[in-house]
DNA sequence: TTTTTTTATGGGAACGGTCCCAATTCTTTG
DNA sequence: CAAAGAATTGGGACCGTTCCCATAAAAAAA
């Protein structure tokens, strides 16, 4: 049952030398006679040797590793982010693991008490739905581990994070919609617990001002769980007296059902209610018809939130964020106008994104 | 810079009693009396201590640690059947790290070792498309550390593995092409390297002759890497004299891809060309027409090959697969018939599979 | 050749736990 | 009340590595 594994010592016994010199050998350590290192070199090739990391991270209190926390992952967002994340960690020399929260709180935590168990040297974090306790951030940064959050940040905290301007971009998409003749736009909005859903929110309605439309409280609902929920709410907007001629979804998998709901109440889209999303994900442009939505530059923002976590960890002096400010980086969304808002030939005439 | 984390000495120095009676409170040996524990626990608790997963590996020689490797994450199955092999670990205590190489055999090794040098207890496997040398699997083995693998499972090796049945699942699919009718079924293969492309193409090639239908070697093609090659092998397909009237797709977004060709062509799906896919993406159900393909039990998969594994390390003594034959374990398919083989009306009367 | 400097090696502490064995304290029993 | 047994605690080896310090060997300088 017990696994076996070589150790420095096996080699040192073989070769008759001392540990440290194996040891010195392996690292690439100038003081060793070249005569020596090849010798070890060979041997250690040959038995097989594999480093313990264990052992090392254990004595030299930095194992070279980084976490990354992710909410779920079965929307193409976070594998994307997360690929972007490990190329600049790859190249940087650092190992990246994974933890995937299922939008749970509790896995949270207990994910966040094994990566700091495992002495990981830094996290980047995005929360869960269900977050709204942050005692397990502050317990890290308490021990000197650093963190970097993106797309999901916590409000009260001041970390260092990568975020998309989500005010603005919510803004330029329901702007979208009025300027393509839309009075009625319904909003269904995400989970109070996310700043996000916040300022989309506040995007939709300063668009709405903007343009001398009065906020109709019956066009918007809060949406916290299932596909089924996103169902029985369009529905519900399109049985009121004057329905919504458009909507504006939280992101693409509520804008896709809510597709569904209008399809199958033989509605057209975008002529009868127009749709947006949000976040490009990689469904948005196979639906039927494409996907209006705000495409979010996700890989770019896996490199950046890395960038900014090897710059936490090689910072001699510890930055203190209860003094300083964190730093943040708002990375460009894009609105990609797809047939769910533009009918097929006039999207044609435009510059076609794919 | 460096973290500095609470041990079971400080709380031992406080108390002023000894780590070993520290260490048994705290892993609740039964030998500590009530009134030390207590102390020993609320102390653990007001300093926040957090055990050292690295120092306690190391002295204990297993890690209750596990890791999955799959090649890529952007499509819904592998980061479903992860899903699955979490569920079952979190609740047989284990911790689950995961690793992806971006379908490149250099980070799968790297992965490996990395695993290897962290000392999991057990390693979950799909290989990537690029792996044709499996050394790096068998000195996993010959370190006594078990592997599961799924779905692309090394011919030549003799280890447990949880699969579907490809060939079976394939000539499923081709059958129901032809029972619609259909006499010229073209094939888009996978890479060479996998099993389930070989034995996908023998279902393929069985149906056709057990249906009498002559194989046409102008219509199999080997799609090795990207969805542009796809797109030429299919234009191609549409350009031959007597074009295929369907197509039989290794995985989804092959087929999808292949769809995008079609419609730009201005033919029908599935009048003109009907489309089959493998392995029931989350997209096979959102474009249009939706596409029929071979649903997969992924999150099974996952909980399964984690039983197996679970099977593997709890084994007192360690299973040698150079002598024994390795468990195997096939899980049911399942043909959901959608729009791109028959056409909507007649659907809907059939059971609808969404 | 002898001394000094440089280079290569060995020895052993340290890291934070677990766990075995010995020592101590408390109970129980004859 | 002494002796035996049980419960609790302390002491220290061990796990695999790094790294500092000391020592030995080789090279350079005197």
Redo the contacts with the bound molecule.
Sequence with gaps: MKAK?I???DIARQL??????V??A??GH????E??RKAVMELAASMEYQ??SL??G???HNTNTIGIMVPEFMSTYFPSVIVGVQDVMQAAGYNVVICQQNESYESEVSNMKLLLSYRVDGIIVSHTKETRNFDHFTLAQRRGVPLVFFNRVPEDMNVPNVIVNDYEAAFQAVEHLILIGRKRIAHLAGPESLVNTRLRRQGYLDALKKHGIAYNPDLMLSYDLTTEKVKIYMKHFLELDTPPDALFAINDPTAIAAMEVVKAKGLRIPEDIAIVGFSNDFSAGLVHPGLTTVAQPTSEIGRMAAEMLLQEMRAKVKNDYTIKKAPTVQLPTRLIIRESTVSEEKTKKAVKSK
């Design positions: 594994y150790t420095i010592i008759n030398i001392s540990k440290s010199t040891s010195r392996l690292t100038p003081n060793v006679k005569h020596t480093r313990n052992a090392l254990f004595s030299k």
